[in-house]
């Protein structure tokens, strides 16, 4: 329901807002700040998805929660999509999320609803958890193999069988 209404309500307000905006400064000027707008966004959530891709790799460096960092990336990330949609409302939002002390507060709000109960990296570690993995645990998986040399070949690869029966 909140979804219908958001697709619904924002499309309204923008063209509420366009059409207040454009007989106030005129047609051109308003399209100017669009473009202005859309220009200057695309470069702060370039620079801040930068910083926050950072964050995410020393987070997994140091094998500490990553949340935090993926939810601020994916908070810049729906704020350059608002950036580059036209519209005075969307660009409101789309500034308002790449204020950090803004996505903290959000992040705080959302995290109340979402609990990580535990996440892993690399092959074998698990953080958070009580008991530990054992090589008799069963996920052993028997197999053949046979080697094969690369020869050149003229022709299909010979992955694929070409004949048509």
């Given at each position: 329901m ?70 601020h ?77 690369a ?15």
């Open positions: 909140y979804l219908f209404l958001a697709f619904l309500l924002v499309p309204i307000i923008e063209i509420a807002l366009f059409i207040q905006v454009g007989g106030l400064i005129g047609l051109w000027p308003t399209l100017l700040i669009v473009v202005l707008t859309a220009m200057l966004g695309t470069s702060l959530v370039r620079n801040q998805g930068l910083m926050t891709l950072g964050k995410l790799q020393q987070s997994f460096e140091r094998l500490e929660n990553p949340s935090e960092p993926l939810a990336g994916a908070m810049i990330l729906i704020s350059g999509v608002l950036l580059l949609t036209p519209g005075f409302f969307t660009d409101a939002v789309g500034f308002a999320l790449l204020v950090p002390g803004i996505r903290n507060w959000l992040i705080v709000r959302l995290s109340k609803r979402v609990k990580v109960q535990s996440f892993q990296t690399g092959a074998g570690f698990q953080a958070h958890t009580q008991t530990r993995r054992r090589p008799d645990d069963g996920d052993i998986i028997d197999g053949e193999w046979e080697e094969v040399s020869k050149p070949r003229n022709g299909p690869s010979g992955w694929v069988d070409d004949r048509r029966d």
